[in-house]
């Protein structure tokens, strides 16, 4: 949490066998995780592919650095962006949050796209 008992948030750009990156939302002790291939979207309706990943312990919000070589994740990893996040509303296949990062400010939508398997979801901002 925050200092001012806010929920927090990271995008971290992967560049590991497969160049990507990682949204993290703090929740229920861990940091929920997807990988979005395409990073996160900062246009409202643009679609994005999130595929749900292990969640990590929270101090992994801070994380930048090289994962190495034989390790899960191997490569550089950097943060792109990091802030504080309010829940509108935590489903088991949708999540509703509002960002303020330094370049992700706004209303996220993740949606499981149940039709693709159970680790696939979409994400998009929403005008705000």
Known sequence: MSPEGKPRFVVHEHFSKHH???FRLEHDG???SWA???????????R???IAVEDHRPDYISFEGTIPEGE??????KIVDTGTY????????SIEVRLTGT?????YHLIRFKKAGEKEWLVFRSDD
């Open 20 to 22: 990507h990156f990682d």
């Open 30 to 32: 861990v940091l929920a």
């Open 36 to 46: 979005v291939p395409k990073g996160l979207p900062k246009k409202a309706g643009e």
């Open 48 to 50: 994005r592919l999130a």
């Open 72 to 77: 899960y994740g191997a490569g550089e990893v």
């Open 86 to 93: 309010e829940p509108v509303a935590w489903k088991e296949d």
């Open 103 to 107: 370049q992700f400010i706004g209303t």
